[in-house]
Each structure stands twice: as C-alpha cells, then as structure tokens.
C-alpha cells in the first residue's frame, strides 16, 4: 500500500514491490498470478470487507449494509481518496486499470448484489430488476460523495438514499421481515 500511495496505481510495479519487501520475484507471483492481482488485494486491504446481512429482507439487510458504510465513510482518508482517483485516471488510458477497476467495484458491491439477489428470490423484488443496475443506483451516489468528493452522509442523508433506491424498486421501505436472524 505504500507503493501505491507513494507512487500510484501506475506506479506500482512487482519490481518494486520485491525490491522493498526482500522478497523474490517468483515468490509474487506465486501468490498473485498477475501484478493487477496484487494490486488488487492492495487496493481491497485498504478498506474492511462489507458485511453480507441476510436478515430474511430486503429493507433490513440494506439497512444494514447502510449502518456499515456510515460507519465507514470517516475512517476513508485522503490516502484512499488519492489512491482511487488515481485508478479512475489509469483506467481511461489503460485497459488493465479499467479491468482492476470494474473489478474492484464488482467486489465491493457483491453484498449488495446478494442482497438483492435473496430479496428477488423471496418475491421481494419482481424478476425482471437488474441487479446489477440495482447495486450501480444504491452505491454509485456513496461512491460519488465519499470517493470523489471526500464529503460524508449524514444519517437522514443515506436512509433517504436508501428510501428512494427501494421505492424505486417497488419496496415499499417501511416493511420488515417478522424478525432478523
């Protein structure tokens, strides 16, 4: 992570990443097959894993993953702010960043995408919603604020976030499951 915040996502390189740990090349590779590997589990090591809540629905495991990232959006500093717009920049110019990229965010919604995978699965949601368009609604708006504009949510904020992603998709954001398991 050093590397990366000293030098960027195009500045990091396996050579260098060696060169400081004492480690050999072979040994690297071993463990990640590809440098955008490595980077990648850099890169996820920055922030905690989000939760997977399965509270038996929709509005509750959302709620959830909500309580998850406000706690969150304070302990993202300058360093991961600068380090994603860096991997914003690399990506436009060069596909091995823009794949990084997709695939770091593929991995940061995955709750999100299970979530409302289960919910479609419960009857919860009608089959024909786009999950994957569903998370892109929910996370794009937090990415946006956090990452890029280094703001934060306040509670009322991300709730009505929340609310109008769910009513959006025919939730009614009001209705609970009997109890959370």
């Known amino acids: 992570m050093e590397l990366v915040v000293e030098a960027g996502v ?3 390189s396996v050579e260098e990443v060696t060169r400081r740990s004492g480690v050999a090349k072979t040994t690297i590779y071993r463990h ?5 590997d490595l980077l990648f589990e850099a ?5 905690e894993p989000e939760p997977e809540p399965d509270t038996g629905s929709l509005v509750t495991d959302l709620e959830a993953f909500v309580d998850y990232l406000l706690a969150m ?12 717009a860096g991997l914003f920049a690399a990506s436009t110019m060069d596909r091995r960043s823009e794949q990084l990229l ?12 299970v979530a409302l995978g ?22 794009g708006p937090i ?4 990452l890029l504009r280094g703001d934060t949510f306040a509670d009322d904020e991300i709730r009505a976030l929340m609310n109008f992603v769910l009513t959006g998709l025919g939730v009614d954001p009001k209705r609970r499951s009997q109890g959370r398991r």
């Open 10 to 12: 195009d500045g990091f």
């Open 32 to 36: 990640w097959g590809a440098s955008q």
């Open 43 to 47: 890169l996820n090591s920055m922030v």
């Open 73 to 84: 959006q304070t302990e993202i500093q300058s360093t991961h702010r600068q380090v994603v």
């Open 102 to 113: 997709r695939r770091m965010f593929e991995y940061r919604s995955q709750p999100v995408r």
């Open 118 to 139: 289960r919910a479609r699965e419960r009857g919860e949601l009608s089959a024909g919603v786009d999950i994957t368009l569903a998370a892109d609604l929910l996370m």
């Open 143 to 146: 990415l946006f604020r956090v």
